[in-house]
Structures are given as C-alpha cells and as structure tokens.
RNA sequence: GACCCCGUAGCUCAGUUGGAUAGAGCAGCCGCCUUCUAAGCGGCAGGUCGCAGGUUCGAAUCCUGCCGGGGUCGCCA
C-alpha cells in the first residue's frame, strides 16, 4: 500500500472532475503533480503542488493556484481518509490524514512481511551488465565499487517489480588475453623449473599468474616447451582464462555478487560457415547505409606522434547522435573493442531485452555516445540503454591516500580490501555515495566501528529491534509475538509522536522504492535506511527519560502489543532494504 | 581544442526529478550511562548552494556563458 501513490489517483479524480464540469480543460495530463511527504511535518501528512501545476490551465474560472487549491481540498473533504485539507502558501495542498490510514498502513506492512514494498511484478525484462572487468588480473577497488553498484541496482529493480537478468561481459578476445597467455606461458616454465628472471616489459608481472602457470605444466607437462607461440597460444588462452573467470568469479562471491549469464566476446569473433556475429551485423549496418569506408579527421588539441591519415571502416554513429563516426577495425585489420560490443547489445536484443543497463567505470565515460548510437541504429529505437558511470574510487586509510603501482608491488586488490573490512562494510560504503560522485574509501573508517560509521548504526538499529523482541520474549513469557499476531494488535494506541513518526517513515518505504528504481539510484535505499535508523535511535532514547515510552511496558500488555508491531514492522522494513543493498541483517551485534 | 562528471556549513556528503524557512554526519561547544545494548541520544553554533545572466507563480535543481577540480579523446578493453 503506497498512500501517496494512492492520493495522485485521488486528486487525479478530483481534477477529473473539474474538466467534466468544464473548468479545467480536456486533455490535459493528470498525472504531471506530485505528491509527497511535506518537508516540515508540522504541513501535515502529505502535500501537493496540483493546484499550481494547473493554474494556467485554470485561468479563466480560477483566478490563482490557490482558488483552484480550496476547489480541489472542498473535495477532499469528502474523503474519510482525510482528516483536514487546506491551501497553504502559493498554492500547496496539506493534507493530514485521519489516523486510521496510518493504522491500515502499518498493519498492511506487518501483513505483508517482507514483501512490504514491492512493485507489481511488470513482466518488463530488463539487462543489467556490470563488472565486465578483463580477465588479466584480479579486480581492484573500482571494479569492486561497478560490481557493488549494478549488484544493489539489479536487486532494487527486481524488488520494484521489473524481470531483470544479470549480465557479466567477458573480454575474452583481443590484445590484451594474448599478452596474458604468453604471461602465463612463461609462470608454465617457471613451474617446470626454468629460472624465467624477471618479467619482461609489457607482460603481466604479478604472482597470480603463479598457480595458472602450475596448472599448465600439470596438465601439459613439457610438452609445450620450445614449441612456436602458434602451436600454444590458443590453448594456454583458453586455460588461463578459465582460472582468471574463476578467480573472479570467487572475488565476486565475497562481495556477495551474482551473476546469471557470462557472455563471452570470443564468441562472437567465433567463424561460422567463413562468417562470425560481427561479420553479420556489420554488413547488416553496411546494408543500411550506417557502416562505411572512410577518413576521419584528426583529434583537435594535441595530435597523437603515431597518428596516420589513413582510410578505414567507420559507423555512422553521427547519424544517431554522436560527435564523430567511429572506427570499427584497427589499423592491423581486426575489430575494434566498439565492433564487438554492437554486435554484443544486438545479442542482448535478441535475447529479448529492450532495456538495458550498463554499469561502466568512469574511465569509459567517453564511450557512451557511440554506443548508444549503435544501440538505436542496431534496434530501429526499440531498444534503449541507460549507462550508469561509477566514478573512481580513491583507496584512502586515515585520511591519507594508498597509493598503488602494479611495479612496486603496493598494488590493493578487492579482495584484500574485503578480507581487511568485511562484505557489509565494504557494500554500505560504495552505495553510501551518488554513484557519480567520486568515492573516498578508507579501510581504518569503515571497520572503525563507532558513529562515524553508517554501516553499523544501521545494522545496529535492526539489532536493536530483535533485541527489543528478546526482552519482550522474556517479559511476555508465552506471548504470541509472530507477525499475524501483532498484525491483530489495537494499533491506534500509538499516539506519541516519536511513534507516529517512525509509522510515517515506514509508509513512505514503498514509496522510496518505487523512486529510486526509477532514478536507478541505489543510494536512497541507503540514505532512507539511515534516516530510519536515526528515527529509531532516537525514540528508543527517549525511553530513557520517559520510562512509559518503551517498547516493552510491563502495565499494559496492548500498548507492549501495538508497539512491538511497530518495531515488528520497522525491523522488518530494515531487513528489506538491507538486503536489497546485499548487506546483512545482524539479530544482535555484541 | 572537444565531450562527460563534480562544485551545497571548517571537513565528508544528502537534497524526494522545479516547490514552502536548503538538511544530515564528522570536527567544535553544552548536556545525558540505576535503561529493552552508550556502536547511542538531546541541544548550541555554523550558508552570497562556484560566479554572472536567463526561463516562471517559484531555481541548489532546467538553459547559456565563464571560473575551479577530475576523467576521456583512431590503432586499449
């Protein structure tokens, strides 16, 4: 139950009902007002700006926003839900609710459970790609944060309502898996026992190539030793790719992230009948007019030293928007990383996802045009991509920067930053942030465990709330405490305001959903559990001053009843949108 | 030179898609442990929302131009 979602519909009705009458005019949209929480409480419950949306649209029958303002609150008068509705300021509506929504509120979001918050389920399949990180080495920080993001995203989509799948795009072809193939090469003759000294410039220097290199020599023996690259490449390719995915599969599985498809780029570099995917869609587009020989003009500024005026195959990506037509082979005649990815959206396409998502590292932002021109010209339009850009990650321990190079072996990967801080910490901080804003991570704050740390002041309120159901266990020994049982609970005995104020919050949770699912903005859930939690904090110290404000109040076990509903409800919204953010629900923290 | 992000309290950041008197947390100052967990709570103080125009009933939010910080700019992915 979304009560402001239901009161659009409402004064929606009600502006029906001016046009029937002739007031307002026909045709307008009806949904183009909000309503929302008003900023001050004192506003009352809800508020909307209806009236001044439509004051043009009102001019010769109301004089100004706030006559058609008390036209619309003479309406809603009528309306039992409503306790009192007045104009206020330039035209707002306030609205106070009569108590009984609140009641039927809460009560719906015990009955409902954990699911208290969810769309409709809307059948709208959706593609979330994220991570997509090379397999040459493993993920570092900023991987981390992409992985962290598209992990909330994808989970917060799903629990709004949409069928999302989740996507990870393997760069397995290319350059760079060669360099690392005759990296791991040369870990396979160092396993046999060959000094191999230092590694050469341009090869992947780090130890994790190590057991790769063991693995080869385990299944290969010498067999592949002073052979030419030709005969080995393709298999040690293949092989240390393999345990890189595995590698990274495993680093994704500490940070509690999953994903259903691994798409390999190989396979659409893959010949069938003389002719592979790209092949495909790239004479697809040629058909079209939109792929083309050509020259393109130098970049402006400073000119790269090995730049060649030379002719090559472009996509006509300004045809859709984009600054410049892009190239699509590289000067040696294979595809370029763009030529792939066109016929890598057109699979997803395919697969039936006409929305897609894409979770990419600041570092690509310069990409994005491109591809979504190829995504419109590949669909018709039908198709649209949304490509959420993650902004680096500054690895930071008290305030002073870590500094990494790969040389100097001071290089951090993900995975000790999440064996040094934890899964939880790690997740609440990346999504405690815009994921376009850049991310200061520091490893001595996020285990620091105090207020300056909103991961436990979050995990601690629903610990809080589980701790007030032990004592309440033990107090009430025998009671009913399930969730049906409060559900039943005289819920109209909750008039203290810091009460009141925590039912309003935990209305407002379908709402947030329904809001940042549509912005794509993870970092509300976050923010919103914050908010709830500090509500929480602050009415459970009010007990201490006022000992008749607890939860557990041993004289009346209806008031004990309606409040542990209240935290039976709070508690549970708190598990929800943990759990969304991937971050665990901890029963006590002691 | 072009494009993309960012600029809000001393510091780190939110700001409900254009709403009412711009909000949190740290840091500072003043209070609060006989409690269902002090990993906490209350209060005080702190602002030309980078600058200048524009759009309208109304702008931190949208448009234009500057200033400052970061990122990117065939043949990496």
């Given at each position: 139950m979304n009560i402001f979602a239901e009161f659009q519909a409402r004064i929606g009705a009600v502006l029906q009902g001016v046009v029937d009458s002739g007031r307002l005019p026909a045709g307008l949209d009806l949904r183009r007002f909000t309503v929302e929480p008003p900023r001050d409480a004192s506003h009352g419950d809800l508020a909307t700006n209806a009236a001044m949306v439509y004051a043009k649209d009102a001019k010769p029958h109301f004089a100004n926003p706030r006559q058609l303002a008390a036209e619309i609150c003479f309406a809603l008068a009528n309306d039992p839900d409503v306790a009192q509705a007045e104009a206020a300021g330039p035209g707002f509506i306030n609205i106070r609710l009569a108590p009984k929504v609140f009641v039927d509120v809460l009560r719906a979001a015990i009955v409902a459970g954990a699911d208290y918050g969810r769309g409709a389920a809307s059948g709208e399949k959706v593609n979330v790609e994220y991570v997509s990180a090379n397999p040459t080495g493993p993920m570092h920080v900023g991987h981390g944060r992409g992985a962290v993001f598209g992990d909330a995203l994808a989970n917060l989509l799903a629990f709004a309502g949409a069928d999302v799948s989740r996507e990870y795009y393997v760069n397995d072809a290319g350059a760079q898996v060669d360099v690392l193939?005759?990296?791991?090469?040369?870990?396979?003759?160092?396993?046999?026992?060959?000094?191999?000294?230092?590694?050469?410039?341009?090869?992947?220097?780090?130890?994790?190539?190590?057991?790769?290199?063991?693995?080869?020599?385990?299944?290969?023996g010498a067999s592949l030793i002073g052979k030419p690259e030709g005969d080995w490449l393709e298999a040690v390719r293949a092989k240390t790719i393999d345990a890189m995915m595995v590698m990274i599969r495993a680093d994704l599985a500490a940070l509690n992230v999953e994903h259903e498809t691994f798409f390999s780029?190989?396979?659409?570099?893959?010949?069938?009948?003389g002719v592979s995917e790209i092949d495909r869609q790239l004479e697809d587009l040629?058909?079209?007019?939109?792929?083309?020989e050509g020259r393109l003009p130098p970049p402006k500024g400073q000119l790269p030293d090995d730049w060649e005026d030379r002719e090559q195959t472009l996509f006509?990506?300004?045809?859709?928007?984009?600054?410049?037509?892009?190239?699509?082979?590289?000067?040696?005649?294979?595809?370029?990383?763009?030529?792939?990815?066109?016929?890598y959206h057109k699979s997803k396409i395919d697969r039936g996802f006409l929305k897609m998502i894409d979770v990419w590292g600041a570092d690509h932002g310069g990409y994005v045009k491109r591809m979504n021109a190829a995504v419109k010209a590949v669909s018709d339009g039908k198709a649209s991509l949304d490509v959420r850009l993650c902004q680096l990650v500054r690895l930071v321990r008290d305030g002073v920067e870590v500094k990494m190079s790969k040389r100097g072996g001071t290089f951090v990967t993900l995975r000790e930053v999440v064996d040094e801080v934890g899964l939880d910490a790690t997740r609440f901080m990346m999504l405690f942030r815009k994921n376009d804003a850049m991310l200061d991570f520091d490893l001595a704050k996020v285990i620091e465990q105090s207020k300056d740390n909103p991961v436990f002041y979050v995990q601690y309120a629903h610990a809080r709330g589980k701790s007030i159901f032990r004592q309440a266990q033990t107090v009430f020994a025998g009671a009913d405490l399930s969730g049906p049982a409060l559900a039943r609970a005289d819920l109209a005995l909750l008039e203290d305001p810091g009460e009141l104020e925590l039912v309003r919050l935990i209305a407002q949770y379908p709402r947030q959903i329904e809001a940042a699912a549509q912005a794509r903005e993870p970092h509300r859930i976050a923010f919103f559990l914050h908010d709830l939690a500090s509500a929480f904090h602050s009415h459970w110290n009010r007990g201490k001053e006022s000992p008749q404000l607890r939860f557990v109040n041993e004289e009346s076990g209806d008031l004990s009843r309606a409040r542990l509903a209240l935290v039976f409800s709070l508690t549970s919204v708190l598990a929800s949108g943990l759990s969304i953010l991937g971050v665990g629900a901890p029963s006590e923290m002691r």
């Open positions: 193939a005759r990296s791991a090469f040369l870990r396979y003759r160092e396993a046999l026992g060959e000094d191999i000294g230092a590694i050469p410039e341009g090869l992947y220097p780090g130890d994790y190539l190590k057991p790769a290199g063991e693995a080869l020599a385990k299944q290969f780029e190989r396979s659409l570099h893959e010949k069938k009948n040629r058909a079209r007019g939109l792929v083309y006509r990506s300004t045809g859709f928007g984009d600054d410049v037509d892009r190239p699509l082979k590289k000067s040696d005649g294979a595809y370029t990383y763009f030529a792939s990815d066109i016929a």
